[in-house]
């Protein structure tokens, strides 16, 4: 359905270029769910940005090509990108209050969604988005209210209604439940899986947040510093990390079965994108880094269940999670 090679972004700004993305690859399965996690800053919304044409103009996109059912997004003009846009594929912009409009009803948003991309006359838009209301659990009536008069989960449900307004094959979410609370997430979480499968939908869900990955998504990419270092299906990656730095982001979220106080973070921060690490960028904060690590960046070696990892020690995985799991192995 997608499949992204080798793509690079990099921002122009004052002091220099930011690598972003430096040559991430990874595909999306037809009726899959892919995870893309990674702290702030690891390069996840522009991803997902880049994929869709949504990137601003100091982005450079280089490298690809990105496939979106045989065709390369990256090459297409404006005018086949927008006969994409809503009708092939959708994109839920980071926090619902960018998606919805507040001047607006939040129904005559999704109406104008149906009439100006889809040719839909008023009346079967209106049909429409009440139907897509009721597909996202929220009652009819409420298309005539404004954004401000909706909670934080319904304003998330509204723009996935919306998104899946021209029923689109691919959608893109960025940090969809981020704002809301646990039970919240869930039940948004819940709305997305189930439409997911009932229309065979290919979703990339961009979040920091790997207990959000470990419950709503079947595979998962994980970026740090503008690159993939671990890739595959989600049982697989979170079970058995291979490299430290998924070890590490498994510690440093609370899950279903670990205390929170328990919790364990990574020291530190990613590095400045104006001026990588040359060798492996988790480096710096990893406390597995050997002299080979430093010095030249591991390449994405896959093996043959699909389970890829950019890590010179992956093949220690076994014996380096039990260190990964206590905290004294963080501490600096
Ligand atoms: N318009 C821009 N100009 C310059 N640098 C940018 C721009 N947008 C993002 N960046 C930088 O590119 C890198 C990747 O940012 P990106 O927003 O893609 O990361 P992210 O993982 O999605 O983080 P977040 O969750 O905070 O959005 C960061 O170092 C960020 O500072």
């Not at 893309?36 to 997902?48: I, Q, Y």
């Not at 009708?87 to 999704?110: C, S």
């Not at 430290?244 to 205390?259: C, I, K, Q, S, V």
């Amino acid at each position: 359905m997608l499949s992204i090679r080798d793509l690079t972004v990099r921002y122009r700004t004052s002091q220099g270029p930011v690598h972003a993305v430096d040559s991430a690859s990874f595909s999306v399965p037809r009726g899959e769910v892919v995870g893309l996690v990674g702290e702030s800053g690891c390069g996840k919304t522009t991803v997902a940005r880049a994929v869709m044409g949504v990137v601003p103009r100091t982005a450079d996109i280089l490298g690809g090509p990105v496939l979106f059912e045989g065709r390369d997004l990256i090459r297409l003009s404006e005018r086949e990108r927008r006969a994409l846009r809503w009708k092939e594929m959708a994109f839920i912009p980071q926090t619902a209050m960018n998606a919805l409009d507040p001047v607006y009803r939040v129904g005559r948003q999704i109406e104008e969604v149906l009439v100006e991309r889809g040719g839909r006359s008023r009346s079967q838009a209106r049909a429409r988005a009440e139907e897509l209301f009721a597909l996202v659990g929220i009652d009819a009536r409420r298309l005539d209210d404004y954004p401000h008069q909706f909670s934080g989960g319904m304003k998330q449900r509204a723009s996935i209604a919306m998104a899946l307004a021209l029923e689109p094959k691919l959608v893109l979410a960025d940090e969809p439940v981020t704002a809301l609370d646990v039970i919240v997430q869930r039940q948004v979480l819940d709305v997305l899986k189930e439409l997911q499968a009932r229309l065979r939908l290919s979703v990339v869900l961009v979040t920091h947040d790997i207990s959000v990955v470990a419950y709503a998504c079947d595979r998962v990419v994980v970026m740090y510093a503008g690159r993939v270092v671990e890739s595959g299906r989600v049982g697989d990656v979170l079970e058995r990390p291979r490299h430290p730095y998924t070890m590490g982001l498994n510690n440093a979220f609370p899950d279903l079965e670990r205390a929170a106080g328990e919790l364990v973070p990574i020291e530190g921060s990613p590095p400045n994108l104006l001026d990588p690490p040359k060798g492996c960028r988790f480096a710096p904060r990893c406390p597995f880094a050997e002299a080979r690590c430093v010095a030249e960046e591991p390449p994405l070696r896959t093996e043959v269940d699909g389970h890829a990892a950019a890590c010179w020690r992956s093949d220690e995985a076994a014996a380096l999670r039990p260190l990964a799991g206590e905290a004294a192995t963080w501490r600096r």
